[in-house]
């Protein structure tokens, strides 16, 4: 199995910023991809970065230009820097991996993690 840990989310006001931190543990995998998504209350899950081993990042529209997606000197961990927060980016945030084991790739995600912005 892979383990996804969130943590970083918080309660902070409109124009704000939050980092998001993932960490991916386990035994006897490689990683693919990593990223994060989002759902709020009443709203389906939407995606709000990716990030591919081979460097290719890909942003939801309505984050594009605030967020920021990257991975540390450890490659199994990833994070979300959240700037110009918005009332509307409150949402419980995932993060999400695709990794491969015993060459079978499948998607793993986290717990979540709370992101409240007030107005």
């Known amino acids: 199995q892979v383990q996804l840990v969130e943590s970083g989310g918080g309660l902070v006001q409109a124009g704000g910023s939050l980092r998001l931190s993932c960490v991916a543990s386990?035994?006897?995998?490689?990683?693919?991809?990593m990223g994060w998504s989002r759902q709020a209350p009443g709203k389906q899950r939407e995606l709000v970065a990716t990030l591919t081993t081979g460097g290719s990042i890909k942003y939801g529209d309505s984050v594009k230009g605030r967020f920021t997606i990257s991975t540390g000197n450890a490659k199994n961990t990833v994070y979300l820097q959240m700037n110009s927060l918005k009332p509307d980016d409150t949402a419980v945030y995932y993060c999400n991996a695709i990794a491969t084991r015993y060459y079978m790739p499948r998607d793993y995600w986290g717990q979540g993690t709370q992101v409240t912005v007030s107005s």
């Open positions: 386990g035994s006897d995998f490689s990683l693919n991809a």
